[in-house]
């Protein structure tokens, strides 16, 4: 069994509800029905690790992603939540784990309960990313710099080309602050997050099958990342290095780049829409400002 060491850790997990998938089984969804009680046990046997570890719980759907755990981050919030804002306080360990619990169930079932089942758009990965983030600057810069952060990802649901850049933009600060993001795919694999855990050194799993959720939990994502590297763990295998295109936010093997800001286009835009570069037309003039970009 792995250590922790003398280095505690601050884990935020982002656990993501989609309607689109919840509405093949029932109102609640895969992830609260199937998976929350494993993911439960993750994070009692995570705090038990070490009694310095911290978390921190972010759900997110397509109208909002919002901290369940701790519930007073989410003060400003006013989109209706209707828990009480309870903190564990100075209960001992067992309460404390009784408190999660029962707020991570409370706060998941409410956030199931507002989510519109009539909506056509995928959960919110990148702003939950950019709330992590966030948390984990704040609570890492002062006295706690001990503590050495990571992001898990459950996600269940498959990418949404629109959140391209939002989500690029949070994987490449997660890896300039040397972040690591897990991702734990339940479904469908995630280019987007295969593309975040090889930036960031983090673990890609895509689960062969629900059941094995607790198992690859405890094996793959309760070490910590110095942990990890004397693990045998499933290796991260091919990444989708995909792009999507700025004009229609598809997802693009090979593309138009422009030279000057590096926008990504599916096709010959005599004018770039992000910097308004203009470009010679190909046959006109020499098409030296246009350059044809592989990305893998
Ligand atoms: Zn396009
Ligand atoms: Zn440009």
Same mark, same amino acid.
């Given at each position: 069994m792995? *250590?922790?060491?003398?280095?505690?850790? =601050?884990?935020?997990?982002?656990?993501?509800?989609?309607p689109l998938h919840a509405s093949e089984t029932d109102?609640?969804?895969?992830? =609260? %029905?199937?998976? +929350?009680s494993n993911l439960l046990v993750f994070i009692n046997t995570y705090l038990m690790?070490?009694?310095?570890? /911290?978390?921190?719980?972010?759900?997110?759907?397509?109208s909002e992603c919002s901290?369940?755990?701790? +519930?007073?981050?989410?003060?400003?919030? %006013?989109?209706?939540? *209707?828990?009480?804002d309870l903190m564990p306080g100075k209960c001992g360990q067992y309460e404390l784990f009784e408190d999660i619990n029962s707020t991570i169930t409370r706060g998941l079932k409410a956030v199931a309960r /507002?989510?519109? %089942?009539?909506?056509?758009? /995928?959960?919110? =990965?990148?702003?939950?990313?950019a709330k992590s983030l966030c948390y984990i600057h704040k609570h890492t810069t002062d006295k706690d710099n001990r503590l050495l952060p990571r992001i898990l990802v459950m996600k269940s649901s498959p990418d %949404?080309?629109?959140?391209?850049?939002? *989500?690029?933009n949070c994987i490449f600060a997660a890896q300039k602050n040397s972040i690591p993001?897990?991702?734990? +795919?339940?479904?469908?694999?995630?280019?987007? +997050?295969?593309?975040?855990?090889?930036? *960031?050194?983090?673990?890609?799993i895509r689960l062969p099958e629900t059941k094995a959720l607790l198992q690859y939990l405890l094996w793959v994502f309760l070490p910590d990342h110095s942990s990890r590297q004397m693990l045998t763990l499933p290796p991260l295998g091919h990444v989708d290095y995909r792009a999507a295109c700025f004009c229609h936010r598809k997802l693009v093997e090979i593309g138009y780049v422009c030279s000057v800001c590096l926008s990504i286009f599916c096709q010959f835009n005599p004018i770039c829409s992000t910097c308004n570069t203009r470009f010679p037309v190909p046959g006109l003039a020499g098409s030296k400002a246009k350059r044809k970009k592989t990305t893998q």
């Open positions: 792995t *250590t922790q060491g003398d280095c505690p850790s =601050l884990l935020v997990v982002v656990s993501e509800l989609d109102k609640e969804g895969p992830v =609260l %029905s199937l998976c +929350l690790f070490n009694h310095e570890n /911290r978390l921190a719980f972010i759900a997110t759907t397509p901290f369940l755990y701790p +519930l007073n981050v989410n003060k400003p919030d %006013s989109s209706g939540s *209707t828990e009480d /507002r989510m519109n %089942s009539g909506v056509t758009t /995928r959960p919110l =990965l990148a702003g939950a990313l %949404s080309p629109s959140q391209y850049m939002p *989500t690029m993001i897990d991702a734990c +795919l339940i479904d469908s694999d995630s280019g987007f +997050l295969q593309q975040a855990c090889d930036l *960031t050194g983090g673990t890609y």
